[in-house]
């Protein structure tokens, strides 16, 4: 009987199509990243909503509205989810965007270090909601403008400034 054995171009697909699998995940954008990642860490539609970030003379605001004010449900995720995040942020616990845009982000460690100077405040909206980040330390202030610009750039069309 003989023994069946795979042609060598049938190898040399599985290589090619390998190859260009982890070219194709590499070439993704960061942007593109977040939008396909951001499930992970929010438990809202990100393609439903706008995170919005308004730097202030004093820190600030980071807002999650949706694009469709009917959509309830987007609305009670968010608020869940800022809620959370703002206590945790208070704590100095960036974990969760840190996870999706990882530890390297600008502002980020300053924030953790210094989450005993910065005053994270909650505030639910009616199409969403919202958190504010204040503080009088110059450093601080610096990192948290510094953190909105990164996610700004890296939510691309799911986010602007205002």
């Not at 194709?24 to 977040?34: P, Y």
């Not at 616990?93 to 460690?109: E, I, K, R, V």
Request: aromatic content about 6%.
């Amino acid at each position: 009987m003989k023994k069946y054995s795979r042609p060598q171009n049938f190898r040399c697909a599985i290589v090619l199509y390998a190859t260009l699998g982890c070219t194709i995940a590499a070439a993704q954008t960061t942007q593109e990243h977040i939008h396909h990642m951001g499930h992970n860490v929010m438990p809202f539609d990100l393609s439903r909503t706008i995170h919005i970030f308004q730097m202030t003379e004093s820190g600030g605001v980071e807002r999650v509205i949706v694009r469709d004010a009917s959509a309830k449900v987007q609305v009670a995720m968010i608020q869940q989810h800022l809620q959370h995040e703002s206590i945790a942020f208070q704590r100095g616990d960036y974990s969760d965007p840190a996870s999706l845009h990882g530890a390297n982000m600008p502002g980020l460690q300053e924030l953790q270090a210094g989450a005993s100077r910065i005053k994270v405040s909650y505030s639910p909206l009616s199409t969403g909601a919202e958190i504010i980040f204040t503080t009088t330390d110059i450093k601080l202030l610096t990192a948290v403008h510094r953190w909105f610009g990164a996610q700004l750039s890296e939510h691309g069309a799911d986010a602007k400034a205002e």
